[in-house]
């Protein structure tokens, strides 16, 4: 599409996506949704018939929406998730989706929205002695890093046990740090109306099953898009594996001696299983899984210049790591029909990018929703990045640190600004790279 008709389909579904939101932000942001978006029981429930358009008309309709045209591949036929999304993570063009705006249980897909929300909050190498009101309140059943009452973790510890092993645990005390789990809630629920993700309503920080607690395939595909231009999500998100700290134990000499274990990331498509191997150009995001939600998984991945995001939620085949495989299958689909297909929709901007774009004069400098870092210094010793991915010159881990951020177009907010149209320095691309 040639760039002023491109430039002048984003104004309009921007300009939509702003009307839409001042319909939809007051509910979203006070009161949990409404009946027609509550979490269903049910894997073969159907769709509303009227949803959300913001990002554009086509993604408010139930059922799946893609532009085949002579060229472009066919979707793959044996995806059953209830709703899902295929979308370039560079210009925010959704390339098919289905049942995009559906409001569903997120699991702990949700915790890139808590990420997205505090990581700029603290210093990665700020300290926290955990006390037993930090883990008050954790869901039976949830999944845990293994944190210890009395011990004492660095943000950056706690961060690792939110990215790798999805602890409720972490989350609960990095809540704490933050004033506490129902401010919070209030923050993310803030965050995600700033974001346009006015499908989410947040009751719970690490998305343990409750009541009224929503998201969409396109709402989490937005706030993964948010969180990737964050160094420290981006280099938590791909991490593969680390060393976390255990228990204080008397050495030998009576000495106290802290204890270690290895974590390895629950990203089968990062960390791989015995049925799903390593994803080609793989570098994140976050997966989940529950008894209301199913399984949920939003992944980024670069091949051959393209940068892609992928969610999908709720697969009805049981399959053993069925979300992977059919988030594997539709970004197969994603990197052939990158060029060849016409967009449905677009992910949109933050809502202050959107009023303020095109205000002059705006300071460049920053990213949404934080500081280009999310924090200071590099990755801790013992972690691993993903499969392929060499370690920076300065012998950090995880994300490539050195590297420069080349070319893209700013969309521009007051404060900061929010980076569309550009390339990021994903994990397994350790070079410069200019736009073409």
């Known amino acids: 599409m040639p760039a002023p008709k491109q430039t002048t389909r984003r104004s309009l579904l921007v300009t939509s996506a702003v009307l839409s939101s001042l319909a939809l932000a007051a509910p979203a942001a006070v009161a949990a949704p409404s009946p027609s978006g509550s979490p269903s029981a049910s894997p073969s429930a159907t769709p509303p018939a009227s949803m959300s358009t913001v990002g554009g008309a086509r993604l408010g309709r ?41 409001r569903l249980a997120p699991a702990s897909t949700l915790k890139m929205l808590f990420a997205d929300t505090l990581l700029p909050k603290f210093p990665r190498d700020a300290k926290h002695k955990v006390v037993p009101s930090d883990l008050a309140g954790i869901g039976s059943g949830s999944s845990m890093v293994g944190i210890k009452e009395e011990e004492e973790y660095t943000v950056h510890d ?34 995600a109306e700033e974001l346009q993700a006015l499908d989410t309503h947040v009751v719970s920080p690490d998305g343990y099953d409750a009541e009224g607690q929503v998201s969409s395939a396109y709402d989490l595909t937005l706030i993964a898009r948010s969180g990737m231009q964050k160094k420290d999500f981006r280099e938590y998100a791909s991490t593969v594996s680390a060393k976390f700290p255990g228990q204080t134990k008397k050495g030998k000499k009576g000495k106290p001696v802290r204890e270690s274990f290895e974590i390895q990331n629950t990203n089968r498509l990062l960390s791989g299983d015995s049925d799903v191997p390593v994803y080609q150009g793989i570098a994140g995001v976050k997966n989940g899984n529950t008894t209301n939600a199913g399984a949920t998984f ?29 988030t594997a299958r539709l970004f197969d689909w994603g990197f052939k029909a990158a060029g060849k297909v016409q967009p449905v929709g677009e992910l949109v901007p933050p809502r202050s990018a959107a009023q303020a774009g095109a205000q002059p004069g705006a300071n460049p400098s920053g ?33 490539g640190t050195a590297l420069g951020i080349t070319g893209g177009v700013l969309v521009l907010l007051a404060g900061g600004a929010f980076l569309v149209n550009r390339r990021w320095p994903l994990p397994d691309l350790v070079r410069r790279r200019t736009r073409p």
């Not at 793959?76 to 959704?94: F, M, Y």
């Not at 939003?298 to 059919?326: D, F, I, Q, S, W």
């Open 158 to 191: 706690l961060w690792l046990g939110v990215f790798l092993r999805s602890g409720n645990d972490a989350v609960h005390v990095l809540s704490a740090m933050n004033k506490g789990v129902e401010n919070t809630v209030k923050d993310m629920n803030e965050h």
């Open 298 to 326: 939003t992944g980024v991945a670069e091949r051959g210049g393209k940068v892609l995001l992928v969610t999908v939620m709720n697969p009805e085949k049981a399959e053993h790591n069925e979300v992977y495989k059919e």
């Open 62 to 102: 139930p059922g799946t929406q893609v532009n085949l045209a002579s060229g472009v591949p066919v979707l793959p036929k044996d995806v059953s998730a209830r709703s899902w999304i295929v979308a370039d993570a560079e210009s925010g063009d959704v390339l098919a989706a289905h049942n995009a705006h559906w």
């Open 367 to 399: 990213e949404a929703g934080g500081s280009g870092d999310g924090g200071s210094g590099t990755a801790g010793t013992g972690a691993k990045p993903v499969a392929g991915a060499p370690a920076a010159a300065d012998g950090s881990s995880g994300i």
